[in-house]
């Protein structure tokens, strides 16, 4: 009830960890991976995903990465602060394998890298954008990668232009130790990497961290010239710093 009082499903912050738009057919999320939802109607209703969050959140009676608020800490961070939820009425339990996961990242810092293109591959034209989350290490190759893009097996140039522009193909956040990723681009595909440090505070950058959590192995339809690489990492920014709008 306090939740609707506030009006907290109407919130910017709600529909940035939701991925919500508003169109001309209503109100959607980006998201497409049914899994991502609590509520049936979760992808186009974000009062019914709100109240079956919270619903979740205090009658899951599963512990570890499988409950509600382990998979979801994102959202019960911002609504224990909006709330005041009372922790001793949530089931017990620990959020293990994500402790794990923070106590390995260690997020202290973030930088958007941006590999250019190249000559021998047509279809790195546009580059490619992704977050480095770095930790204590002054090595930056010992931080992670934060990282977007379509999940195909295509070798066919044409096939993956079509399916690409189409959004015929599932796109997936990862996160890998950032050595790779200077492996791949540099090592292998000689291509120039571009480094430019956010100003984001160490609690900003949790909180993004938190929100990449809750996107893990959930897919969202990858459009080329639209829903690409560089416009899901703003989803990550606003989620760190809700002021920037960065989506918008």
């Known amino acids: 009830r306090l939740a609707y009082q506030k009006r907290l499903h109407e919130d910017p912050y709600w529909w940035i960890l939701l991925h919500y738009q508003s169109g001309l057919f209503g109100v959607q999320s980006l998201i497409d991976d049914p899994q991502f939802f609590l509520s049936h109607e979760g992808k186009e209703n974000p009062r019914a995903e709100l109240e079956a969050t919270l619903r979740a959140f205090f009658q899951d009676d599963t512990t570890g990465a499988g409950s509600a608020l382990c998979r979801f800490i994102a959202r019960y961070t911002w609504l224990k602060d909006k709330l005041s939820i009372d922790e001793s009425q949530l089931p017990a339990g620990e959020c293990l394998e994500y402790e794990k996961a923070m106590e390995l990242i260690k997020p202290r810092s973030a930088t958007l890298i941006f590999p250019a293109a190249y000559m021998n591959n047509p279809a790195s034209m546009f580059g490619h954008t992704l977050i480095n989350i770095e930790g204590p290490s002054p090595s930056k190759l010992l931080s992670h990668a934060v990282n977007y893009s379509a999940f195909t097996r295509e070798t066919n140039g044409i096939v993956f232009a079509v399916k690409g522009i189409g959004g015929l193909y599932k796109g997936y956040f990862s996160i890998l130790p950032y050595y790779e990723k200077v492996q791949q681009y540099n090592d292998i595909s000689h291509r120039d990497i571009w480094e430019y440090r956010l100003n984001l505070s ?40 809700p002021s920037l709008k960065m989506v918008d």
């Open 202 to 241: 160490e609690e900003e950058v949790r909180r993004m961290v938190m929100h990449i959590w809750e996107l893990q192995r959930i897919y969202s339809y990858y459009y080329f010239f639209g829903e690409n690489c560089s416009y899901n990492l703003l989803y990550l920014l606003d989620a760190a710093r």
